[in-house]
RNA sequence: GGGCCUUUAGCUCAGGGGUUUAGAGCGCUCGCCUCACACGCGAGAGGUCGAUGGUUCAAAUCCAUCAAGGCCCACCA
């Protein structure tokens, strides 16, 4: 049993922060994510234990991570699922939640057994050779290997998961928990052994379940065998009946032909016998209504041991199964002539032989469905074989209700759908699989006289009954102890702390591929064992596609390897970007060039910082020593920092929304917006200093407070970057780090919605003169003259106050503002709502031009107008439709007239 | 055979009954090495929102049908 940390055990040394980059350096992702990395792992700000829910008050917020394969390598879906979840577990962090992430991995039967066999093969080792025990060693050391190269990984992608509770499937906890159910689940009688038509995959010789069914279509024949009716002592009537099939190789199984009861051409033969070709087996004939009588030649041959439905007719009709297949895939001795031969080999020789005596009618192309196992690839046997079930039903019950009552909640929603139609119609579990590796079957055979056990004489215990007795050969399928995931690895069976405090979770992050696989029966074991869910929110992401749509695979050589994506572009710039892509369950076409635009945005951040950040005292270091931070008032703040501030305040409460809502490419988006477009273009550019001049204090101090705050609200995207530039801004006590800080969240006090709307203003007429500017080639070093004709006194004296804003932006030498300006000559002219500006362009101005400029201005205002006076000449707009929103419309027709009428005297005034 | 998803600018995608005349990134055009950033700055061009019909005062947005592409499930030999 792992031990649960607790925090008055455990007081983990915070490490000096490492050094920051120094001011003016280009930001070169790798060093400062590794350093950050370490500092935050080995000071223990992923810690979260039991005692800060149970005594600290605070609100648990857990994800239990899928734990990779044991055999894996990082890849873009785990890239996407982690971003995802990480970003989470931080946002929930900050915000205050015991944010809990509980990595792991997992022992992946088939797939790490095939690996390791595969390996010892290149060495001359062969499986079976050198036995169960000593296979399993090598597996062991396998895993000892490579077991956490994939954590590892995760570490370089920033994953923030509390590394003290990390499992393996295969540990001793975890299979303490797989005993314990699989007892239990016998003990309930919801575990049994039964007999049945299983999906065999010859090639690694085990059972599997049909999720773990490919069907795919191929191109493949359809064969028309003829079976002579015959009486009693084998001699023939001379009639006969046609059958088609696809797998002429089970003809030696078949043990009836059947034919539909209402086929008249064949009503008179129901109840004789047929011969069947190649072996000369002499069947019945029996009438099912199973059988579709417009198919091939409208008779089916019946081999129960080798096809599902032809099983349930066997068994309607007390047919004899036979089965003519080996385990390898080979024909057994039911195979007669065949017996020994692969069973496609023996499929070419039973047609040849068929061909030959005139058994075979005909031979059509045909396509039809294979059943692929998706392991190995190996079409699939249905094939009788003893295997331990898990009756469903019983559990799939309550796992529809929390679904249906809303105790669980799928985003996107859709999912949930998915998962009701396969609840609904869900079959038993086949769970034993003929495997070394896994979790080892806790049934107990007696053994006789030889030694050789006696399968109807068994006890189903976690431990070995005592001498006497032997234990199932098999194991149980990897999903029988992922299933047990959330609350296995808090330590279930067992009431620890960690359980109570964690359990149930939060959020499962997952892609739909193993919806049914894992996400639907973590819900039927958790309702089951622990009668709570397991968590209360399931976010289903796409699967990553590569740029033409395609799954990445290995055959294809079109995967994009995550770290080689962090290498170039660096982990931050993975991160945004996948979260930018992440829109709610669409499948993502990826294209590696897309990485660059989180780049860029992660340099952007870095480089802002360097406007006011060169400004700050530094020690020899590079530390800050000087918190440029002060009091203040928001009444005292100028237009642009509290127009700033209103737009933060806005942008937070978007994006924290966004988050909580699982929107994670909306919440990207509202973040980037305000950093690049807000604060970059605008706010920094307004706040610079002249030329020459330092800043003022005051204004970088609001350049640091709102830069923290972005910091803050990038974090959970873009942890490392965001954490360097952190430490750069003020000095900070020691753990007082971005990761540990709370989330923003400005005051609503500290907006100013008018400033907001006066600043946009402003927009607009920077705009405006700068589109001016372009249109007659004003170079950005030619200071040029403007003059703004405000529509009403007091927007004048409030622009009057703000025009150094304009100057600066616009490259202007000389501004005046007035509510009753003159518009000089030979000058351009802007609209903005009430307002006009006039850019006086002695011997630049070009009539031609700025004739056609206005005209546009004017073509498209007019083009609006129509729209709105359209809707307002309709009566039953006005009479129907909401007073606000009809007044909204009067307002926009009046405002464009305005603009359109001044428009218009500008254009008249040219001449 | 059932069910789901997608179709919006050249490309990749947001948006999801009234948000000024539909947005972003990339690409494209023009002008800029403006002392944070050319991984950048400024200005632009470019969509009758797959088609048809309907509901509504109002549809890219809701409904129906169709078309194209994709996915999942299913026992037609």
Redesign the pocket.
Same mark, same amino acid.
């Given at each position: 049993m792992t031990e649960i940390p607790r925090d008055r055990n455990h007081q983990p040394e915070i490490p000096e922060p490492p050094a920051p980059a120094p001011v003016g350096s280009?930001?070169e992702p790798e060093a400062v994510e590794l350093a950050w990395y370490r500092y935050w792992e080995e000071g223990g700000f992923f810690h979260v234990d039991p005692d800060a829910v149970h005594e600290g008050g605070k609100e648990p917020f857990v994800i239990p991570m899928p734990p990779p394969n044991v055999t894996g390598r990082l890849h873009m879906g785990h890239g996407l699922q982690d971003t995802v979840q990480d970003l989470l577990i931080r946002f929930k962090r900050m915000q205050g939640f015991a944010a809990l992430w509980i990595p792991g991995i997992d022992h992946a039967g088939i797939a790490t057994q095939n690996v390791v066999e595969k390996t010892l093969k290149k060495d001359g080792i062969d499986r079976k050779e050198i036995g169960r025990e000593a296979f399993l060693e090598h597996v062991w050391d396998w895993k000892q290997e490579y077991g956490d190269i994939i954590l590892q990984q995760k570490r370089r992608l920033g994953d923030s998961c509390d590394w003290r509770y990390e499992r393996f499937t295969m540990d001793e906890g975890l299979s303490e928990a797989v005993q314990k159910v699989f007892v239990t689940l016998y003990e309930q009688g919801l575990v049994y052994k039964g007999e049945y038509l299983v999906n065999w995959d010859p090639d690694n010789q085990t059972v599997i379940s049909?999720?773990e069914v490919d069907?795919v279509e191929r191109n493949g024949s359809l064969w028309t065998v003829r079976y002579p009716v015959v009486d009693e002592d084998g001699t023939e009537t001379g009639e006969y009946i046609d059958i088609?099939?696809?797998?002429p190789e089970t003809i030696p199984a078949d043990t009836a032909v059947a034919v539909h009861p209402e086929d008249d051409r064949f009503r008179h033969l129901v109840c004789k016998t047929v011969r069947v070709p190649a072996v000369g087996r002499i069947v019945p004939i029996i009438a099912d209504d199973?059988? +579709?009588?417009d198919?091939?030649?409208?008779?089916? +041959?019946v081999t129960p041991g080798h096809d599902?439905?032809d099983f349930q007719i066997g068994k309607r009709h007390g047919l004899e199964t036979v089965s003519l297949m080996n385990l390898d895939g080979t024909l057994n001795e039911e195979g007669g002539p065949y017996a020994g031969m692969e069973r496609f080999a023996a499929r070419k020789a039973i047609v040849a032989d068929m061909e030959a005596s005139g058994e075979l009618v005909k031979i059509e192309d045909y396509v /039809?469905?294979v059943p692929i196992s998706s392991r190995s690839k190996a079409v699939i046997e249905p094939l009788l074989s003893p295997q331990w079930y898990v009756a469903m039903e019983p559990l799939a019950t309550r796992a529809l209700e929390v679904v249906n009552d809303g105790t669980i909640t799928f985003h996107p929603a859709?999912w949930a759908?998915?998962y009701r139609?396969w609840l609904e #119609?869900i079959r038993d579990w086949p769970i034993s699989r003929q495997l070394w590796w896994g979790h080892r079957i806790p049934v107990w055979y007696r053994t006789d006289a030889d030694g050789e056990r006696i399968e109807e004489d068994f006890v189903v215990s976690v431990d070995s009954p005592g001498e006497g007795y032997v234990q199932d050969e098999d194991v149980l399928d990897t999903w029988f102890s992922s299933w047990l995931w959330p609350f296995a690895t808090l330590g279930w069976p067992d009431d620890t702390d960690a359980l109570k405090a964690f359990y149930p979770g939060s959020v499962l992050v997952s892609g739909y591929d193993i919806l049914f696989f894992w996400i639907a029966r973590m819900i039927m074991a958790g309702t089951h064992f622990t009668d709570e869910v397991p968590y209360t929110d399931v976010f289903v992401t796409g699967m990553i596609k590569d740029k033409q749509g395609r799954w990445m695979s290995k055959s294809l050589g079109n995967g994009i390897d995550p770290l080689d994506m962090i290498e170039t572009y660096g982990a931050d710039a993975v991160r945004y970007t996948l979260a930018k892509l992440c829109? /709610?369950g669409?499948d993502? *076409?990826l #294209?590696p060039?897309a990485f660059? @635009?989180g780049?860029?945005f992660a340099? *952007?951040i870095w480089?802002?910082s360097?406007?006011f950040g060169r400004f700050v005292e530094r020690d020899d270091a590079g530390r800050p020593t000087e918190d440029l931070r002060r009091q203040r008032d928001f009444s005292e703040l100028n237009l642009a920092e509290r127009w700033l501030l209103t737009r933060l305040h806005d942008t937070v409460e978007a994006v924290t929304e966004s988050l909580n809502a699982y929107?994670i490419? =909306?919440a990207a988006?509202l973040a980037y917006d305000f950093v690049?477009r807000d604060f970059? #273009?605008w706010y920094? =550019?307004v706040s &610079?200093a002249p030329?020459g001049e330092s800043p003022a204090r005051d204004s970088l101090a609001l350049s640091v407070e709102v830069f923290e705050k972005i910091l803050g609200l990038l974090h959970p995207f873009m942890p490392f970057v965001t954490e360097e530039l952190w430490w750069t801004l003020r000095p900070r006590a020691e753990g007082e780090a971005c990761i540990a800080s709370a989330w923003p969240s400005p005051s609503k006090e500290e907006t100013d919605p008018e400033a907001a709307a006066l600043f946009t203003t402003i927009q607009d007429l920077v705009?405006g003169i700068?589109?001016v500017?372009? /249109?007659y080639?004003v170079?950005?070093?030619q200071r040029i003259r403007a003059l703004v004709r405000a529509g009403d006194a007091a927007t004048a004296s409030a622009l009057e106050r703000a025009s150094d804003y304009v100057e600066r932006l616009a490259g202007l030498s000389e501004l005046a503002i007035g509510a009753d300006l003159e518009k000089p000559a030979a000058s351009a002219a802007i609209v903005v709502g009430a307002h006009e500006v006039f850019v006086p362009l002695a011997g630049m101005i070009d009539l031609g031009v700025e004739r056609q400029r206005l005209q546009k201005e004017i073509g498209? *205002?007019r @083009?609006?107008l129509g729209?709105?006076e359209k &809707?307002l000449r309709?009566e039953?707009?006005v009479s129907?439709?909401?007073e606000a929103?009809v007044a &909204?419309e009067r307002q &926009?027709a009046e #405002?464009a007239k305005a603009e359109i009428a001044a428009l218009e005297a500008n254009l008249a005034d040219l001449g």
């Open positions: 280009a930001y049909n999720e069907n088609a099939t696809t797998r199973y059988i +579709k009588m198919f091939g030649a409208g008779a089916l +041959k599902e439905n /039809q469905t859709r759908n998915e139609r #119609d829109a /709610q669409q993502i *076409k #294209d060039a660059e @635009g780049r860029n340099n *952007k480089n802002a360097r406007v929107r490419s =909306e988006q690049w970059c #273009d920094l =550019e &610079k030329r705009t700068r589109q500017r372009a /249109q080639n170079p950005p070093s498209a *205002k @083009g609006f729209g709105v &809707k309709n039953a707009f129907r439709a909401p929103v &909204k &926009k #405002d």
